[in-house]
């Protein structure tokens, strides 16, 4: 069989099909005699070995994104975790993430392992390109975190770094100022970390460890026993107010909680949901 010459042009067309590295690229062409899709196959199974090989290695990078529907009805947010943060810090890997999140937002996927079906392009799937990923990158890459939320108005917010990144459903849409208000509460979150929206949403096992706690502080803190359930309920109370994001001081204005913040915007406006994701 004649051997096909391998030009430095079809060597970069590989390399912007696949995002691989030229001699990679060159290497799976020369091995494909050529053939296009036969090289991008063996760049694939070049990514199942790395994946295979590195399948114990933690993720504690990566690159987290936030982003809306144009109508701001739904909101999206995921985590695309990596090695180190060489990889997660690459312009690359960052628009990687971003086709990854403009695909989500087209079709609104309701989990993680729905999302990873969809197709990337008209060969690959997302959970496929991912794999091809691994052996581009040389790196285990997970999506480790998904989530979708719906409201009046969803706000998104990506602190610089893309290491945290919030969303903000509220329940009332009207414009710039409902927006802005939104933006800044989508801030608290990502500054603040709320456990839940309100008190109704800490479940049950965690108030028992809170009260337990509160009684065994009250009594090393010399106070009658049958004084410390009572005392203990009242640093509930504390607890509620420091991890629920509508009782949370706001962050600009400590005088008020956010949900007073909010209505101050518009007599009526909550927050009805939130998502947060982080790297720490």
């Given at each position: 069989?004649?051997?096909?010459?391998?030009?430095?042009?079809?060597?970069?067309?590989?390399?912007?099909?696949?995002g691989?590295?030229?001699?990679?690229c060159?290497?799976?062409?020369?091995?494909?005699?050529?053939?296009?899709?036969?090289?991008?196959?063996?760049?694939?199974?070049?990514?199942?070995?790395?994946?295979?090989?590195?399948?114990?290695?933690?993720t504690?990078?990566?690159?987290?994104?936030?982003?809306?529907?144009?109508?701001?009805?739904?909101?999206?947010?995921?985590?695309?975790?990596?090695?180190?943060?060489?990889v997660?810090?690459?312009?690359?890997?960052?628009?990687?993430?971003?086709?990854?999140?403009?695909?989500a937002?087209?079709?609104?996927?309701?989990t993680?392992?729905?999302l990873?079906?969809?197709?990337?392009?008209?060969?690959?799937?997302?959970?496929?390109?991912?794999?091809?990923?691994?052996?581009?990158?040389?790196?285990?890459?997970?999506?480790?975190?998904?989530?979708?939320?719906?409201?009046?108005?969803?706000?998104?917010?990506?602190?610089?770094?893309n290491?945290?990144?919030?969303?903000?459903?509220?329940?009332?849409?009207?414009?710039?100022?409902i927006?802005?208000a939104?933006?800044?509460?989508?801030?608290?979150?990502?500054?603040?970390?709320?456990?839940?929206?309100?008190?109704?949403?800490?479940?049950?096992e965690?108030?028992?460890?809170?009260?337990?706690?509160?009684?065994?502080?009250?009594?090393?803190?010399?106070?009658?026993?049958?004084?410390?359930?009572?005392?203990?309920?009242?640093r509930?109370?504390?607890?509620?107010?420091?991890?629920?994001?509508l009782?949370?001081?706001?962050i600009?204005?400590?005088?008020?909680?956010?949900?007073q913040?909010?209505?101050?915007?518009?007599?009526?406006?909550?927050?009805?949901?939130?998502?947060?994701?982080?790297l720490?």
């Open positions: 069989m004649e051997t096909v010459k391998i030009t430095a042009a079809d060597v970069n067309k590989l390399r912007q099909q696949t691989a590295g030229m001699m990679d060159k290497n799976a062409l020369v091995e494909a005699n050529g053939d296009f899709e036969v090289a991008t196959d063996l760049l694939r199974k070049k990514g199942q070995k790395v994946a295979a090989k590195r399948g114990e290695n933690e504690k990078e990566g690159f987290i994104l936030a982003q809306t529907t144009e109508d701001g009805k739904t909101g999206i947010i995921m985590t695309l975790n990596c090695e180190t943060d060489f997660a810090k690459n312009e690359s890997y960052g628009a990687f993430v971003n086709e990854m999140m403009t695909i937002i087209n079709n609104l996927p309701e993680s392992e729905a990873l079906q969809l197709p990337f392009n008209d060969k690959l799937s997302i959970e496929q390109k991912i794999v091809e990923q691994i052996g581009v990158i040389g790196e285990k890459l997970v999506l480790s975190n998904y989530a979708k939320i719906t409201g009046e108005k969803v706000v998104a917010y990506n602190h610089p770094g290491q945290i990144a919030s969303l903000v459903a509220l329940n009332k849409d009207g414009g710039e100022e927006f802005e939104g933006r800044q509460v989508a801030m608290q979150v990502a500054a603040m970390a709320p456990l839940a929206l309100n008190k109704d949403g800490i479940d049950q965690t108030i028992n460890r809170e009260i337990e706690v509160g009684k065994e502080l009250a009594i090393q803190e010399g106070k009658p026993a049958e004084m410390a359930e009572k005392i203990a309920n009242g509930l109370n504390k607890f509620f107010q420091e991890n629920t994001l009782s949370q001081p706001f600009r204005d400590n005088k008020s909680s956010v949900e913040f909010l209505n101050s915007v518009e007599k009526g406006l909550t927050a009805v949901d939130f998502k947060r994701f982080s720490s």
